[in-house]
């Protein structure tokens, strides 16, 4: 699953620890999320969304 | 559990200085340089490097959650408990006339130990609470699973037809963690 979370994390000068601390997960994580690498499951991109003040639907993307 | 990420620590020498100090050790004893018991005390002895090698992973740059330190730590008692228990019960089976209950009780030595890292192992599951990390154990666990039935059902019809000797069927456990410490490292590789 295609994902934004580079792009959010640029616009708010986020680094992908800064991102991790505020979701409670490993960077490792973030990063294979980010990467597409893992999808993570519902209650983790819903805390991802609210972390970002999104949708889901904005975040990720259908491949 | 949260997760800890930090810069310093090398969790590697002392991973290394365990394996040498158990290569020492089992040398000394097959050169006959040490008795049974003794062997037994010093790999027990030498299993206190996990305690640093615990302290050297939480100030590495390597993911380290709460988890996995706590898990670390069980796995370490459980060790210590096996070695000992172990060699308390080789000594004492091939030392002394024992009842058959007695022998069973003694089994139970290095046995109970052994239960207590696949309850670990089950604990760290439950417990760890970064979503990644638990799919990665579970994924490095499903091919250490396949690693063990493989070898199992080879080397199972190999010995029935006499082409390979006898193994006990607790070497399931160590070819386990030979195929997990396999996975993990092929997703270390990967960059998974």
Redesign the interface.
């Known amino acids: 699953m295609k994902n934004r979370l580079k792009v959010l994390r640029a616009e708010r000068d986020w680094s992908q620890?800064d991102l991790?601390d505020r979701l409670?997960?490993?960077?490792?994580?973030v990063n294979?999320?980010e990467t597409g690498?893992?999808d993570?499951?519902l209650p983790?991109a819903f805390k991802i969304a609210d972390v970002f003040e999104t949708q889901i639907e904005d975040i990720f993307l259908r491949d | 559990m949260t997760t800890q990420t930090q810069r310093k620590g090398r969790p590697g020498l002392w991973v290394g200085l365990f394996f040498a100090c158990a290569g020492v050790i089992i040398a000394l004893r097959l050169s006959g340089a040490i008795k049974e018991p003794v062997g037994f005390i010093l790999l027990a002895l030498s299993m206190g490097l996990m305690i640093p090698f615990n302290k050297a992973m939480k100030n590495s740059s390597c993911t380290y959650s709460a988890a996995m330190d706590i898990y670390n730590r069980r796995m370490m008692v459980c060790s210590i408990g096996y070695v000992l228990g172990l060699g308390i019960a080789i000594v004492l089976w091939r030392n002394y006339e024992l009842a058959d209950w007695t022998v069973f009780a003694l089994t139970l030595l290095p046995i109970l130990p052994t239960f207590g890292m696949i309850w670990a192992m089950a604990r760290y599951l439950k417990e760890e609470s970064d979503e990644y990390l638990r799919h990665k154990s579970m994924m490095a666990s499903l091919a250490a699973l396949a690693f063990v039935l493989a070898l199992g059902i080879f080397w199972g019809f190999l010995e029935m037809f006499g082409l390979v000797p006898h193994i006990w069927a607790w070497w399931v456990l160590p070819a386990w963690a030979i195929g997990l410490a396999g996975a993990q490292l092929w997703q270390k590789v990967r960059g998974a």
Do not use: M
Request: proline share 7%.
């Open positions: 620890q991790a409670e997960v490993s960077r490792q994580s294979a999320i690498r893992y993570p499951s983790l």
